[in-house]
DNA sequence: ATAGATGCAAATATTTTGCCGCCAG
DNA sequence: CTGGCGGCAAAATATTTGCATCTAT
């Protein structure tokens, strides 16, 4: 690792500390959209989300809480976040088959850096990447509201394991 | 647009011109993987694609050329070209569905700008993206692979006819 | 000749939809 | 109260796999 990171950079497990508790709530509600019990699961697992989930593992935690909940809804829960733009929707450079990943972020665009040996993802936000966000804008002329980048390789711990096993 | 853009952009349509002829099937060959009637004509749909296609247009051209292709012998060879890092497979924010869409590109990575309104998608080069991936691979010790980018936001066309028709 | 491809059909996996009874506001 | 919501079952999509056969090298 550099001694000076220029990005700041957070490692291994997603550790969700940008998120307000109860932030996604307070959003919907604001909106008018009503909070059913489900919901309130739906939510409570996004937010407390230690990492990227697909839409079973959703599924699996909301059950944990309430048994009831059905795929369905969960779906039908994530659809409605994504269409407030509440929470992004990634592939992960579709490491591991084509599953969808979830995730509820904070204000500011982060980048997301995985292994493509061991899995790992990290997140990295950058005075570069806002930088480059606005140069697109200004160029072809747009108003940026998404925004996701991706980035895949082989890590440090990686290559050396490689080295070891030679 | 801006007068003086810092970006190489590319409008519209996806012109191929990048990708010399054959490019794939060398690729392929010079790596001892063997040529079938079938993977020649995969390659060749990649090669001269004019936009991003999902799997089920890919296999349409593919069978207006070779009617004998199958579905399967389409995804098994994206999967070989996409092992190859020869193809990258997007989802361009699923702005339309979560089908994936698959590219043949150039040595250089390009952005995908697509405006969420009317769909339509740029790509662009990009210094600035450059140095980006070059900080991130120092700061994260990562040797990058695979870099991909998508942008979201109302082009300029679309906030033009939003206003015109208020 | 033969390792490796293809085709077919079926299995999986994933996501969406119609309809009806139920509940948050 | 009542319009939006969740559950159920089924449909629609999307992708993968086993196995027999064929073919590029």
């Keep these: 690792m550099s001694a000076t ?3 700041r950079v957070s490692t291994g497990e997603r550790i969700n500390d940008h998120e307000p508790a109860g932030r996604l709530q307070h959003e919907l509600s604001s909106r008018g959209i009503r909070l059913t019990r489900q919901r309130r699961v739906v939510l409570q697992v996004m937010e407390s989300a ?22 369905v809804t969960v779906y039908r829960t994530l659809d409605l976040l994504k ?7 990634l592939d992960l450079l579709h490491l591991r088959g084509h599953r969808h990943y979830y995730e509820s972020h904070g204000p500011r665009d982060h980048i997301h850096v995985a292994c493509i040996r061991c899995g790992r993802v990290r997140e990295i936000e950058s005075e570069l990447y806002e930088d480059l966000k606005k140069q697109i804008s200004k160029d072809c002329d ?25």
């Design 5 to 7: 990171p220029s990005h």
């Design 142 to 166: 747009i108003e940026i509201s998404i925004a996701r980048t991706e980035i895949g390789g082989v890590c440090g711990d990686c290559k050396a394991k490689a080295v070891s096993s030679d």
């Design 50 to 71: 230690a990492r990227h989930m697909d839409a079973g593992e959703i599924l699996d935690r909301a059950q944990k809480i309430d048994a009831d909940i059905t795929r």
């Design 83 to 89: 269409g407030f733009g509440l929470i992004d929707e």
